[in-house]
């Protein structure tokens, strides 16, 4: 084990996208642990629209991100050293581990949960196909979404990593399905690998009449990651009941001066159920986190769920690689990968 941790650090409130200066790099010598605390090794850290939703100078659905702080991020790692009991030395955990090599934790305290690992599966399934990805996916859709068999659903920023599952689980419960994301090759991987019904290229593509075109019955449902214009393109043809499971605005992160859809009325008029989340808001249930488990687990090894990965190597690369979430760089769930896998899956 190393004696050094090194780490970013928040160093400004960015204006529009993360520049390198709104980071530093940090090195500090590592502390004795104290009872109750485990050291845990990051392996791979998860890059997500939502490091830049908490990058504004206010409380959010987490505190405030201050000046000096580890920048905050979702990791997964190996216990290497420990003083808490329920974490023995070995066990793989994942939580807010943040932008850094190692993770000094209080057991009951900090935010970190141990799960058993796979040796079948890639570490990097656990956020491609599993963790935050896989849960948003699965219960914005089935618990908010509610989507029922024979009903159009719409997803955007469908060829990322929640999209993209949110998608294929909207077609394994019978939905029409219908993609919204940006370039030729993001397109054609939804149509004919994961088997969408119909995608629109916004890159090049009119919105609107691409709704109009693949949706002649109305909305349904509607996943939404994007917000602005193509949010109130899909608010002008919602059907009546119709459900909006807001799990981010992605266009607005770096923007967040724009304008509102002009058209929020049309959830009064067709009675629309629009209901913001976050995936925290599922998590203290052990019951139906494990039935999510399993059922991705189920509809992966029967073929009919996919995911892919970008990896990116190194911690160094965090503070630009996060920065590919919305320039639409990464194919795949972005992650850094920090230090290899005891098991050698990846």
Known sequence: MGTVNR??????????????????????????????????????LSLDPTNRAWGVPKDTYLPQLRIGDVMRGIALGIVIESRAAAFPVGTYVNGLLGW??????????????????DPGLPLSAYFGLYGHIGYTAYFG????????????????????????????IGRIKGCRVIGIAGGAEKCAWLREELGFDGVIDYK?????????????????????????????????RVNDRARIAMAGQIAVYNDPGQAGPRNLINIVLHRVRMEGFVVFDFLDDAAAVATATRE?????????????THVVEGLEQASTAVNMLFTGENHGKLMVRIAEDPLGMD
């Open 296 to 308: 991705l687990g189920e509809w992966y090894r029967a073929g009919r769920l996919r995911y892919r």
């Open 100 to 117: 850094q090599e190692y993770c000094t934790a209080r057991a009951g305290v900090d935010p970190v949960t141990a799960f058993e690992r």
């Open 204 to 236: 090049h593509e009119s919105v609107p009449q691409g709704l109009d075109a693949l949706c002649p019955d109305g909305i349904d449902v509607y996943y939404e990651n994007v917000g602005g214009a193509i949010l109130e393109a899909v608010l002008d």
């Open 141 to 168: 859709l089935l618990e908010v979404g509610r989507p029922r068999a024979g009903e159009t659903l719409v997803v955007s920023a469908a060829a990322g990593a929640t999209g993209s599952l949110v998608g294929q």
């Open 7 to 44: 780490c970013w650090r928040f160093a400004a409130y960015p204006d529009g996208m993360y520049k390198p200066s709104d980071f530093a790099w940090s090195e500090q010598a590592l502390e004795p642990l104290r009872d109750g605390e485990l050291r845990i090794r990051n392996l791979l």
